[in-house]
């Protein structure tokens, strides 16, 4: 352990601690997290460790961005085992608010995203973005960060909170990190924790359809491609595909042809028994 923790659920603790580093001339990165922390979040809390003076984690599972109650009831919650393995890492501060301390009144607010929100994820799981933006938007205000860091393992959630941040005009800046994955591919998850053995077996089969399909990139059509894939997957019973979806990476529209210009992605949400996972990859040419 490098220095003592400091751990919190009082906003007015944040404050003061952060205001006392800011008025050193400190920059503050920000990781918010969900908690269940595993090695992708690890990867976020090291490269703002490596660009900022003081890094501030925050766990909270956000139940505004939660559309299934039950989702939010079995979500993987482990405050210990985060607590020390942040304990090894250069983090000033960890925030773990309580629903009260952030939400004092029902959040009302409702975002633009000008249609980010309508596709995809948010088709699927209807008013998530707006719950993801309230909560960041309000830890944003909290914190104050220079830098806030996010995962492409969340590729649309990442496009929405620039959006977001753009659009409200924040003083902070995105920080987009690469998906950490398993050995097997798979993207770390919070929610791999809720698969059986058998399930996360076949929760392999995921990157796995992904890099064959980007392995046909041109020799099929794209619709070709989509509907190939997802015979794919289904050849494993347990895997039910929510989307398969491939996307012009700025507006997050699905590209018709290969002749599409600039950055291409891969999306996809699948369900294994009562566990949601979401993937993407570069399919750029
Ligand atoms: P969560 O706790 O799931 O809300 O995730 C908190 C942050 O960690 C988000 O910005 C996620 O995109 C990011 N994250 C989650 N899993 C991964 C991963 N496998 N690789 C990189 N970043 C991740």
């Known amino acids: ?98 629903a009260r301390e952030i939400y004092p009144k029902p959040d009302k607010r409702i975002f633009d995203f000008g249609g980010l929100d309508r596709i995809m994820e948010g088709k699927h799981r209807p008013g998530h973005f707006n719950g993801v933006a309230q909560v960041v938007s309000r830890f944003f205000e909290i914190i104050t960060p220079d830098r806030a860091y996010f995962g492409e393992k969340d590729f649309q959630q990442m496009a929405i909170i620039q959006k977001m941040t753009m659009d409200l005009q924040l003083p902070v800046k995105i920080i987009a990190c690469p998906i950490i994955r398993d050995e097997d591919g798979l993207a770390k998850s919070s929610r791999n924790k809720l698969l059986s053995a058998e399930e996360r077996k076949s929760a392999s089969r995921i990157p796995e359809s992904m890099n064959r399909a980007k392995e046909q990139i041109g020799q099929l059509s794209v619709q070709q ?32 042809d290969w002749s599409a210009r600039g950055q291409i992605r891969a999306c996809i949400a699948v369900r294994i028994g009562n566990v949601r996972l979401i993937d993407n990859m570069d399919f750029s040419l």
Not at 63 to 92: A, H
């Open 1 to 98: 352990m490098t220095k003592k923790l400091r751990i919190t659920a009082s906003i007015l603790d944040v404050r003061g601690l952060i205001m006392s580093h800011q008025e050193e001339g400190c920059s503050v990165g920000f990781v918010p997290t969900m908690g269940s922390l595993h090695d992708g979040h690890i990867s976020l809390v090291e490269k703002s460790s490596q660009e900022n003076h003081i890094t501030v984690v925050s766990i909270f599972v956000n139940p505004t961005q939660f559309n299934e109650k039950r989702d939010f009831e079995v979500y993987p919650r482990n405050i210990d085992d985060d607590l020390k393995i942040l304990g090894d890492y250069p983090v000033d501060l960890v925030f773990t608010p309580d």
């Open 225 to 256: 491609l989509i509907e190939q894939t997802i015979v794919y997957l289904h050849e494993d019973p347990q895997l039910e595909t929510e989307y398969f979806e491939i996307v012009d990476a700025k507006s997050l529209k699905p590209i018709a």
